[in-house]
């Protein structure tokens, strides 16, 4: 199931990433809410050690944390959408890689930051991209996600003209706290927000949680 999963998930992304980058890249600045928790993750690890954007896209999350100082890095499954943030941010390293099997070594990531990464993986693969979200933090790490809130599965067979195939996961926060306390991460901080308008952001209810990875 992994496997056709992913495999789903990355042709699709390498054939919108350019669209998504010219339509997306630049949408933090019409999100102050999503500002405001970046700033404060920025200050709790810069200087720290290396920070991941996991699920990157075109980058715009690892600029917006380069700009503030921060060593941030950008991993996302699209080999084209890794191409669009390499082109949009000179000086920022990004790669390829899963989240369900992440290429870093343990105990080596000062944070992560990780908005709408998971929003094409349904629930009960969750466990497992947490569980090495915990693997790769140091102690007391911190990790910052974003999502989705619902418990209703979108699916989109075409997205600004191209055919894809991809589902689109909600989920309600008590679900993800719970897998992530599973995966031995403390959570710190769970916060909501209405959507901003139609023009800026798809009409959902967002979800912001901040969990640390225990120092023993």
Known sequence: ??????????QSYDLIATEYARRLFNELEHKPFDRAMLDRFADEVRGRGDVCDLGCGPGHVARYLRD???????????????????RLNPGIPFRKGDMLALPLADE????????????N???DL???VFREMARVLQP???????????DETLHEDELWGHAISMDFFLF???AIRQRLEEAGLHIEKSLERLPYPPAVE????????????PLM
């Open 121 to 123: 993986l349904p629930l």
């Open 202 to 213: 798809y009409q959902s209810r967002r979800a912001y949680i901040v969990a640390r990875k």
């Open 172 to 174: 309600p926060p008590a």
């Open 68 to 86: 503030a100082n921060v060593a941030v890095f950008g991993l996302d499954l699209s080999p084209r959408m890794i191409e669009e943030a390499r």
């Open 1 to 10: 199931m992994r496997e056709d999963v992913t495999r789903s998930i990355q």
């Open 108 to 119: 080596t990531l000062a944070g992560i930051v990780a908005f709408y990464a998971f929003v």
């Open 126 to 128: 969750l466990p497992r």
């Open 140 to 150: 007391g790490a911190v990790l910052l996600l974003a999502f989705h809130i619902g």
